[in-house]
């Protein structure tokens, strides 16, 4: 496969719902970084060098007890990317305050926060169901005067979304060039001062400290690197974690506790989960 190009990996699955946040978990540790609904469950993508049909074999053979699911896939060169993303993306709605939208979408001016994304193949567009969670509970709390970090980045669009309702000298850290690349776009596309983007994992944070923290990342990654996070933050600080399941959360909360993180609040959309902790003094 040419390296300048893309792999959609279509997964159809029932029932449906519960099909389809399965699928995109499981696709979350396959490197795949963009993921759209379909009628019949979810279009997941990734760079070609970077997929491994036979991997995603073993996946389909091994479905979970209750879930039918199988795969077809396809290969998109890099031109065409932006036609096969504009044909499923459609706007987002937060609590009726905030819509994720398209260049190619028109404004809404019912919504008081309106962001503008281009994905190119970056994660967190805001269709799924944690960044929407993480993009509510900031809507909820504005980071006013924070020092704001959003860890595993994608799309920038919750450190985006973190300096417009105030936050201060946000960062943003993702270990795909693509999501680098795409959130500097992002903040251009956004008018966004005031952030600074960088490529790596937890190791990108350096001596850097924080008063809030946005971790929408996958299980593994935020029980792996929770202690640098934690080590990030400022006395009192927040560190809002998602990108998991509800049957996830007491491996999260057990790991917060050795970490010196005390639990504030929880939320969750259908099966998936957000978790808010603070450091104290």
């Known amino acids: 496969m040419e390296t300048d190009s893309f792999v959609e990996v279509h997964w159809q699955v029932e029932p449906l719902i519960l099909g389809r946040e399965i699928a995109v978990a499981l ?7 963009s993921f759209v609904d379909s009628e019949e469950g979810v279009l997941c993508y990734m760079r070609s060098e970077n997929f491994d049909e036979q991997a995603l074999r073993v996946i389909e053979a091994e479905s979970p007890e209750g879930i039918n699911w199988s795969f077809t896939w396809k290969e998109i060169p890099n031109q065409n990317w932006n036609a096969e993303w504009e044909s499923n993306f459609e706007p987002v709605d937060v609590i009726g305050k905030l819509q994720i939208r398209a260049p190619f ?18 994660f967190g567009t805001g269709h799924h169901e944690t960044t929407w969670l993480i993009s509510k509970a900031l809507i909820e709390h504005p980071p006013i005067g924070l020092k704001t970090l959003d860890m595993g980045c994608g799309t920038g669009v919750l450190a985006i979304l973190a300096r417009m309702l105030g ?14 690349e795409n959130t500097n776009e992002n903040m251009g596309l956004n008018n966004i001062e005031g952030m600074e983007v960088r490529l790596g994992g937890a190791e990108a944070i ?18 792996q690197d929770m202690k640098a996070y934690a080590a990030a933050m400022m006395p009192s600080a927040t560190i ?16 917060a506790s050795t970490c010196g993180l005390h639990f504030v609040l929880a939320d969750n959309k259908g099966d998936w989960a957000m978790l808010k902790f603070q450091l104290p003094k």
């Open 27 to 33: 696709m979350s540790e396959f490197e795949f970084d």
């Open 167 to 180: 936050a201060e000298k946000t960062m943003a850290i993702d270990i795909d060039p693509w999501s680098v």
């Open 206 to 223: 350096g001596d850097d400290k924080f008063d809030l923290i946005l971790a929408n990342i996958n299980r593994n990654i935020l029980l």
């Open 105 to 122: 979408h028109a404004v809404d001016s019912s919504f008081e926060l309106d962001i503008v994304v281009a994905p190119k193949m970056a």
């Open 240 to 255: 809002i974690f998602s990108g998991f399941f509800v049957s996830d959360r007491e491996a999260i909360e057990r790991e």
